[in-house]
């Protein structure tokens, strides 16, 4: 049993139990259907593997794709068990840590504008009072949270905050929260020798950006990579329907690790809606997929700056993109977890295709039967796309 595990077996069952009752009263919303291409070449393989794992135990899944061939998405299960909802092509799904992407293109924006360069100190950009609560602050680059080099400690990774968020799944936290399990501590090693993944590189970069734009961050990318693409089914923080007018599907964590799924969806979007740069965007899969094609091809940022995320420093981390490798082929892009959720937005450049995989279940809290039939049935797809020609 790992320590979440132990942490939830001790801690949060008041909590997780009204976590349960609210989410079994909240109407679902129907989602409004995006065109997309009903007979895709890839559609029946794809709907296949997600159907197998559904029935296996999962309790809904989303794929969405978008190649030379066109765009398609498949949902697979339910939005909401308790009441037999189906899931269907539409729904809005958390992106997790998938949303570092978006972070880190919004920075190689603003150091393409002359509004920064990634490889100056974190202390030239950061407001004074933030930068002054971080250990060695003048020896820390823009790039080293970008690439997780930076070694700030990972809030999220700290025994205090977990004690204080499972014993209240429902009370939400800022950014000065999080930072707080770092402020004046040593770094984990000097800077820019190490790998070590920690969100509050990323809310730190979020601070950046507000800071600089001198205005919000969600409102800032809004404006400039979302609008320009038309990308109107992705919410992050700016929209007044963010989280709250929203058809999304209820999430579910298997607590003891059996299959047996607990409702966890007001715990789910209460970390949702707390994270910044390090996890709070929600989208379609549709709009996963076009955001990722559109940087990968150059409609964002330049070519030359797109490369610079893709390009592997340490542990195969570029500046927001992850290196994945299935049937020994890249796969450029971001998983992320939330408390109930999963998510996958992929890049195969041989195939160029871009993929993203939701579900509605817990793939990183706690080990068990869903996590690995997650897993499996993320690598299953994942094999699929990559052999591909």
Known sequence: MNLRTIFFSILGICCLSACETEAMQETILTPTVQPFQTNHPKAQTLQAIIDEYTQKGLPGIVVAIKDKEGIWEGTSGFAK????????????????????????????????????????????????????????????????????????????DNVNFKLRWFNDLSKKWNAEDALAYAHHKPLLFKPGTQFSYSNNNYILLSIIINHLTNTQEGQWIKTHLLDPLHLD????????????????????????????????????KTEISSELGDGGLVATGLNFVSFL????????????????????????????IDIFKFKDKPAYGHSGAILGGAALLLYFKESDTSLFIGCNTDADLVTGK?????????????DFIASQP
Request: aromatic share 10%; proline share 5%; glycine share 8%.
């Open 370 to 382: 869903t996590f690995f039939l997650y897993h499996e049935m993320k690598n299953k797809i994942g």
């Open 293 to 320: 094609d559109a940087l990968v091809h150059g409609k964002i940022v330049s070519p030359g700056s797109y490369n610079e995320m893709q390009t592997p420093y340490l542990n195969d981390y570029g500046l927001g």
């Open 81 to 156: 068990i308790e009441t037999n909802q189906k899931l269907t092509p539409g729904f809005i799904h958390t992106g997790g840590s998938v949303t570092k992407i978006y972070a880190a293109t919004a920075i190689l924006k603003l150091q393409e504008q002359q509004l920064l360069s990634i490889d100056k100190s974190i202390t030239a950009y950061l407001p004074p009072e933030v930068a002054a609560k971080i250990s060695n602050a003048t020896d820390i680059t823009v790039r080293m949270l970008l690439n997780h080099t930076s070694g700030i400690p990972d809030y999220v």
């Open 233 to 268: 089914r992705t919410y992050y923080k700016a929209q007044p329907e963010y989280l709250t007018q929203l058809a999304m599907p209820n999430y579910y964590l298997d607590r003891y690790g059996d299959g047996r799924l607990q409702n966890i969806t007001l715990g789910a």
